[in-house]
Every structure is written in C-alpha cells, then in structure tokens.
C-alpha cells in the first residue's frame, strides 16, 4: 500500500518526517532507486572521475548533461517541461558548517544570508526586489540552505526566457565570487540571523543536538549546528566571513544545476561565459576530520531532559564506516535493509494500531557512511511519558525478536509488493516529474557520490534481482546492521528522572532477559469491498469545454466532476465530498468534529481493521485521508488508473461500513496530550493551539481541544455525528489527472454510483453559520508558552469580510502582498527585529461576513511595543496611499506566475472544482482569477487598506514566555 489510508506507526503525522530525519538516516524502499533519493551523479570531461557514474557500474541518467569547467566547477543540464517554460537553478557547495574554524560557528548559514545583501554588481537590497519584477517571491522562489555538509542557494524561474535565465545564472555568479560582505550589511543582518536562532531554537532541535553529541561524543560534527552560537553570531568581525567565503566558495567545491524548459547547448554555453573566469585559491583547504567511532565504545545509556520534549526513544548500533561507492551490488544490499526495516517497522505499527501499546510512533533507520566516518543502525520510538519502561521493552524486543528468528515469507511478500508498486509508479511518473525534484536529486547526488539514474533502471534491476530478495538474505542483511556492536540507548523526556542514565540502562538490560518467540505467519487476506451492488446509471452528463470539464450525475444522486490533464504521467487525484463538515449538528460545547477527524480511519472499517488495511492493500497505490472540513466531511486520495476502482471501492467502503473500532480513540487519547505539549512550546505553536477560538469569539470548533473537551467525547458520540452524512448526504466526487473518461465514469458507477439514493438535499444549518469577530483590544491579549524566555510573537488581525465577491478577495489578497513586501523591508532589513514577519488572508466562504487579515512577527519580548508601532505605521502608510509602482509590481508578478503554474497543477485543479456542483460561482472565478488579478489598480489597494487596515477595528496577541521563564 504506497499511499497508507491509515498507518498507524505515524498516523496522525504529528511527529514530523523533516523532525526524524537527522536521528535516523534514509533507510526506505527508495535506497533501491536511481538516486533521486539518495544522492550524486555524473560522465567524464577534464578529469577523472568527476562524478560517481564515471567509476560506477550503474548508468547515468542519458538526458542529463553533465561536464566541469577548467576551474573545477561541475555542472548539470536536464531538459524537463514540468512545469512547462519554467526552470530551476541550484548551486550547491561542498562544504557546510563542519568546516568553520570555532570562532567562525554560525558564520556559514550567516553567508547564506549575505548573498542577499550586495555583491559587485547588484546592490545592498536589490537582489530581492529585482527577482520579485520578474515573479519570483522571496522564500518559495528565491532560497538558500545551510547544514553541517553543504550550503545550498536556489532560485525558481517563473519562465525559462533567455533573459531570465541570464538574470538568474548573473546572480548566482555574484554569489559564487563577487559578494562585498560590506562590514555594516553584516552588522545589520546580525539581528536577523539572531531572530531565526530564537525561531528555530525547539525542543526537538536541542535534542537533535543532544542526541549528536551522546552518539558521537566529542566530534566536529556534534559541535556544529549550522545556525551557530550568538556569541559569534554578535560578534565576528568581517575578516571570519571573507575567510570562510574565500576558502570554501570555490569552483572545485561547487556543483550548478539547472533543470527546465531549456535548450542544453545554449544554457551550457551560457554557465561557460558566466563562470568560466571563476578563479579559486592558490591552494585549498581540506575539509575537517567531522569524527570518529569508538570501536570499543561498548553498551551506554544517555539521558537528555527537556519539560516541553515528546519521550522520543532511540537504540543505535554505531560502528566506523566511510561513504561507499555507488554500485549495482550496494543498492541491491541496500534493498535488502530497507525490506528488513520495512517489516520491522510494520510489526511495531501493528503493536501501536492495538490502541494499549505505550508505543504513539516508531521508525527504523539505517545510514551508511554518516559525515564519512560512521554507520548507523537506528530504531526510533515515541512514548507515552510515563510508559517509556514498556516502551524501551517492546523496541528491544521486537528488534531482537527480528534478530533471533527473523521475517516471515508473507511481511516479505508486503513489503515487495510495496517496493515493487514503488519502483513502477516512479518509471511510469517519470516523464512527468517536476523541475524542483530532479534538481534535488541531481545535486545531492553529486554530494552523497551517487548515480543519478533513470526510474526505469532502477525497476529493471529490481525485476532482474527479485527473486534473490528471499527471507534468508534480507534476514541476514536486517542482522548485520546490528552485529558486532554494543547498542546505545537515548531516552528524551518531559520527566525529571533521578539516576536518569542508570534507570534507562536497567530498562534496558531488563528487557534482555524477556523470552521473545518467532512470529507467526498469518498469510494474505483478501479485501472485503469489491460488491456494492448493481453499477449506476447517469441521468445528466454535460461537458464544459473551456475548462476542459466532463460533468455527470447518477440516479441516486451521486455528482461527478472529471477533468484529464497531461501534467502527471499515471497519476489520479480524487476528492469526496458529503455532509456540512463543522456545520453538523453537535451538543452544545463538544469537540466532536476534531476527534471524528482524527478517529475516523484508525478505527479501521467493519471487516478490515486500519491495521489489516495495511496488508490488504500492500502494493497497491491506494490512500488518502478523512478531514471534518468547514462546509463538508471530505475524503481525499492519489491513486493510479490500474488502481482507481479500488481507490474508489476503499472510499466507499468507509462510506458504508466504517469500524468505528475503539483502537481509533485510544491511539488518539495517547497522542493529544503530546500535541498539546509541542504546541505549548513555542510562540507559534501556541498561536495554533488556542488563537483560532480567540478569533471566533470562543467557538471551540477551531482550536485544539482541551483535555477535558477530549475527554467528554466519546466514539459513539463521532458515530452519531458523522452516520447520518455517510448514509444519506448528497455525494460529490471531483477527479484530476490521467483520466479515461469512460473508465473512471464505469469505476464511479460499480461503487458510488451502486450505493442506494442519497437526499436530493441537505440541510444547509444556517443556525451554525455565525463566527462572531472578537471585539477590538485596547491592550493586547496576552499567552504565555512554556519555551525559551528570549521567545516571543507579536499578532496584529484586522477584521475584513467573506469570500462572496472574488474580486473583492483578490484585492484583499493583493492588500496582504504589499503589506508583506514593507513589513520584510521594515522589520527584517531595516531594523533586523524578525527573522520573517508572517501574514495571511482568509475571508470565508462558510460564514457571512467573516474575514480577517493576519501579520505575525516572531520576536524578543523587549522589541513588542516597537513592532507593534511599525506594523502601524506601515498600515498608516498604506492607508495614506504610499504605494508605488514597484512595489505593485512586486506583489502581483509574484501572484501572476503562481497563478500561471497553478494551471498545470492536478493539486491545485483539485482544489479549484470540489465542491463546485453545490456552488457553480467557482468555475467563473477559475475564468477570471487571471485577468482578474491584473486589473487591481493602485487605488483599490489603498481604498481597501483604508477599509480594512483600521487601527480601532485590531484584535493584538501578545504570546509572551511563561513568568516563570522569564
């Protein structure tokens, strides 16, 4: 199952991927690819063994161009016209913050930034603003990024004009060489980077360092997060910049990409002219010893206590082990761990699923050749706080269990069919795939010195090596990673415990002596759904052309909306639509709707539980979620054609027989007081934890629930909420991608369109409709996090209006843009206070009248006054009608290439059609939004700040460190 319709070892997402990535090192199924996840790539010109493919076995990818200039520089040129006339460039540099000196720690990531901040040929301030005339928005289109290896700089390219093109490879040549690191932009930018320190300075962040320095205790690499120390950031003088930038910004370290709607010969002619007089140092420098493994280290325990961390449990086998080359037989061992690691992961996911496991989530990882020094196995569990003893039991157990006795041919075969779908959608979705990935894939690959292949190579390998993929073999690779070596053990937690070290090392040498036994194999089970009765008939089929649109309706009332595109090879997104969402029907004061969304698909369906689900439907490209949306229940999927009919069979049969199993409600009981915890962590997690209500004048339909409104909710009180909806509420079913009209209408009809007659009507609960605006504050709300006492947030809303007149919306929408171009030049340049101001729009198409614009500002608690007289001054300024040109340009280019690479978007087609039989006015606004968006004249900005931007009308959040942090 590539997509997991309910995975219960991560089911409510709440521990992020980007969070784990560093403790656990990749170790998917995608080890086994050409390369797009895992990294290199390369053929020969000047030199040897310029990329890893020019010594491997494994062939490059053949539409790549690949080559090095005289000074050391490696390029790479890949035509690709997704999006269409668009294009990306990638510079990427070898070396990262392992290679600062310790009174440079930081100064890395600060360059980063610097190289927005003048060079030789582009001012102080005008780098941003000159790509933002073209329609790249500073952030998602204009970026860079700093870690312990590399740094890296990318820029979008809205079109892939020769001019452009030429203005992006210009700056990015300025920033190779030719950056003034002028002593006051640096002093001006200190305040910033200090700002994004203060930002990112989380509890999982400390422990990612903690858990570093315990792994490898004294080594560069544990030494060297990348945002640095604030001594250094505070005080280094500009000669440490220039000498990190000079000895490490060199041709021979760098790697430049560009992937897009491009002619290779001119733009490898153009990388040519532009770098080809990029001159390195007489004489390198070499990169740092990052560490080195104890071989003699033997078992440790290690403790590391934070009040606002999740309990995160790690077990690691650490052993030396340098990068290996990129070979057919290293990724063929790399998919026989990743299967190994696969199975042991779902037999943890199967224990969390029973719904009494102390267990919330679990991962298992392998790194080989981690900083050039070490390689890792790695088993990751979170825990329920007080539980972490039979936590840390079952890990060791399972794991061992895996070690004494082994896999079974039946997780076997899952995780092969798994693999398998994997590598095929990947070759089938090739032609297809978007610039921004292969750039990725490109670039990290010549990092890591892996090939960048083809997906059609890698399934050719996987076919021709499948059946040496047996239980024997993947059982004695999952072994070897954990042989020969004591365990580390790290225990993370919000519990102040005595002894810490020693009580996790008898936990753990407690569970040593627990018997395990072999599992037994359970064999396949076939799904359940595939009858729901004879197939529909349609009773009004109408095609819209202009958008491309097959529209149809069946006899019980089912609507369809179908819209083929050519924008992703193989790919099919479905959304279902039915009910009123938030609007249902609830006692007074319940969080129903929130545990219903939550619940929902972990609680498995009537003759399937979520985890059975799993084996079921593995190797299947099947998915999706369940969402309590504001105006609708929705289900939502990607699939493939040759599984669309069982995409569609699995929805409805959560349609008709949903388990409402009480595994659901356990699993989520033990993860809210979690989610609670992190969000109370931070300013901006305490802003999504009870702002939303605030803005809704209580309305606890918003906001995450409080202990006791979760605890008064039942899962017969989510039964009866939803029920009704599922059994009766008109249905809608909006489909885009690589559709065969008549085969996705005969898959709708043999499921929904057999279901009996849904109500030709649903209530529209008016009575629900009211979200009241709170009243404005003469002095702002204040909340207290519970994180750093240096970390604050500033949140200015102004009331605004609904979504009825989209043009309305648009201007508001502009409004937001040419706010947050003088709030970034303000509050970020000019006086260094934030690392990024934040600001959206929502006006709702729910409830009448309801709207609000939002700016939020991350902060030092003494700076809240002084910004909270900036934003004010710019909203005075704009009321005034200081606007000019520029900045209009600035805002809507921006917004006209989004909206121009929106076109080629199933995601975004999606979302612009469901729901558009129960309001038609959508398609008119997908007609208009471009057109639309252009007409914005300067005067309707200034007429609606002067409406909307009003001082008297301002509901303030101050979020403040708790008192007794401070």
């Not at 102040?496 to 936990?507: D, M, R, S």
């Not at 209580?698 to 409080?706: F, Q």
Request: hydrophobic content about 40%.
């Amino acid at each position: 199952m590539t997509t997991a319709f309910a995975r219960a070892s991560n089911i409510f997402g709440w521990l992020s991927a980007a969070a784990l990535a560093g403790a656990l090192g990749a170790c998917t199924p995608a080890d086994t690819n050409d390369g797009a996840n895992a990294s290199g790539a390369q053929t020969a010109t000047e030199t040897e063994a310029v990329f890893a493919h020019d010594t491997s076995d494994l062939p490059a990818d053949p539409s790549v161009r690949y080559g090095q200039l005289e000074n050391g520089l490696r390029y790479a040129i890949m035509h690709n016209e997704t999006p269409s006339n668009t294009a990306v460039l990638r510079m990427a540099f070898n070396a990262g913050s392992i290679n600062e000196a310790d009174d440079q720690r930081g100064l890395a990531h600060f360059l980063e930034h610097m190289a927005f901040n003048g060079s030789e040929n582009v001012p102080e301030g005008e780098m941003v603003r000159l790509l933002e005339r073209y329609g790249l928005e500073f952030g998602p289109d204009t970026n860079a990024g700093t870690n312990r290896e590399y740094v890296i700089y990318m820029l979008n390219l809205p079109d892939a004009s020769e001019e452009l093109l030429d203005t992006g490879l210009m700056i990015m040549r300025e920033t190779a060489s030719n950056l003034l690191l002028d002593a006051d932009a640096i002093d001006r930018e200190r305040n910033v980077i200090l700002s994004e320190e203060r930002f990112r300075n989380s509890p999982l962040r400390r422990w990612n360092n903690a858990l570093a320095e315990f792994r490898y205790p004294g080594s560069l690499m544990a030494q060297r997060d990348a945002i640095g120390i604030p001594e250094v950031i505070e005080t280094a003088p500009r000669e440490r910049f220039v000498d990190y930038y000079e000895n490490f910004y060199t041709p021979e370290r760098a790697m430049f990409v560009v992937v897009g709607d491009v002619d290779l010969d001119a733009t490898e002619a153009m990388i040519r002219e532009k770098f080809g007089d990029w001159e390195g140092p007489e004489e390198a420098r070499p990169d740092p010893v990052a560490g080195e493994v104890d071989p003699d280290r033997g078992f440790e325990a290690g403790y590391f206590y934070d009040p606002e961390i999740y309990t995160i449990l790690t077990i690691d086998a650490i052993r030396p082990g340098e990068r290996q080359p990129d070979t057919a037989d290293a990724r063929f061992e790399n998919g026989l761990r990743a299967l190994g690691n696969a199975i042991l992961e779902r037999r943890l996911s199967s224990i969390i699923s029973s719904g009494t496991s102390p267990l919330i989530q679990a991962n298992v990882g392998f790194s080989e050749g981690e900083y050039d020094f070490a390689t890792r196995a790695s088993l990751l569990g979170v825990s329920q706080p007080d539980r972490w003893q039979e936590a840390l039991g079952i890990m060791e157990q399972e794991l061992r269990r895996a070690r004494e006795f082994g896999f079974t041919q039946s997780e076997l075969n899952e995780q092969i069919s798994n693999m398998r779908t994997s590598l095929q959608n990947a070759a089938d979705q090739a032609a297809t795939r978007d610039n921004s990935d292969l750039a990725g894939g490109i670039w990290t690959s010549w990092r890591y010195g892996s090939v960048f292949g083809t997906p059609a190579a890698a399934l050719e390998r996987f076919n021709a090596r499948v059946d040496e993929m047996t239980v024997e073999a993947v059982n004695a690779a999952f072994d070897a990673q954990w042989a020969d070596t004591d365990p580390q053990v790290f225990l993370a937690t919000s519990l102040e415990i005595e002894n810490a070290e020693e009580a996790v090392a008898t936990a753990y040498q407690d569970s040593t002596a627990v018997d395990v036994e072999p599992v037994e194999d359970t064999g396949a089970t076939e799904f359940a759904y595939t009858d729901f009765g004879t197939p529909g008939t349609i009773v009004q089929r109408a095609e819209v052309e202009d958008l491309g649109l097959t529209r149809v309706i069946f006899e019980n009332g089912v609507r369809v909306t179908l819209k083929p595109t050519d924008f992703e090879d193989d790919i099919i997104r479905v959304s279902l639509r039915f009910g009123r969402g938030e609007l249902e029907p609830r006692a007074d004061g319940e969080v129903v709707d929130t545990v219903t969304s939550s619940i929902f698909q972990s609680s498995g369906l009537g003759q399937h539980s979520a985890d059975e689900l799993q084996r079921v439907l593995a190797g299947r490209s099947v998915g999706g979620g369940f969402g309590v949306g504001e105006d609708a229940f929705v289900m939502g999927g990607t699939t493939t054609p040759t599984d669309l009919q069982l995409q569609l069979q699995l929805f409805a049969a959560f349609m008709t027989d949903p388990g409402w199993r009480p595994e659901g409600m356990a699993q989520y009981r033990a993860v809210a007081p979690e989610i609670r915890r992190n969000l109370r962590s931070s300013p901006s997690g305490l802003l999504q934890l009870e702002v939303a209500r605030l803005l809704r004048s209580g309305d606890n339909r918003y906001g995450y629930p409080t202990e006791e409104e979760l605890d008064a909710v039942t899962i017969e009180d989510a039964q009866a909420y939803l029920t009704g909806a599922l059994e009766r509420a008109p249905i809608e079913i909006t489909m885009v991608g690589d559709i065969d009209i008549d085969a996705a209408i005969d898959a709708i009809a043999s499921t929904f369109g057999a279901l009996p007659a849904r109500d030709g009507s649903w209530p529209d609960y008016e009575e629900n409709r009211t979200v009241t605006f709170p009243d404005p504050t003469t002095e702002p709300v204040v909340l207290r996090h519970n994180g750093q006492d240096y970390q604050s947030m500033v949140n200015v809303y102004w009331p605004t209006t609904d979504d009825e007149d989209a043009h309305r919306s648009r201007v508001i929408r502009m409004l937001r843009q040419v706010l947050d171009l003088k709030l970034t030049e303000r509050l970020r340049e000019a006086e260094g206070f934030t690392y990024s101001a934040f600001n959206s729009n929502y006006e709702s198409d729910v409830y009448p009248g309801y709207g609000y614009l939002w700016v939020g500002v991350d902060i030092r608690p003494e700076n809240a006054d002084a910004v909270y007289a900036a934003i004010e001054e710019l909203a005075a300024d704009m009321r005034n009608g200081e606007i000019d040109d520029d900045e209009m340009q600035r805002a809507r280019q921006p917004l006209l290439e989004q909206i121009e690479e929106a076109q080629e978007s199933n995601a975004t087609w999606l979302g612009w059609l469901s729901g558009s039989f129960d309001d038609p006015s959508q398609l008119e606004r997908i007609r208009s939004i471009t057109a639309d968006y252009q007409s914005i004249t300067r005067d309707e900005i200034v007429e609606a700040a002067r409406t909307y931007l009003d001082p008297n009308a301002e509901f303030r959040v101050t979020i403040l460190p708790n008192e007794a942090a401070e």
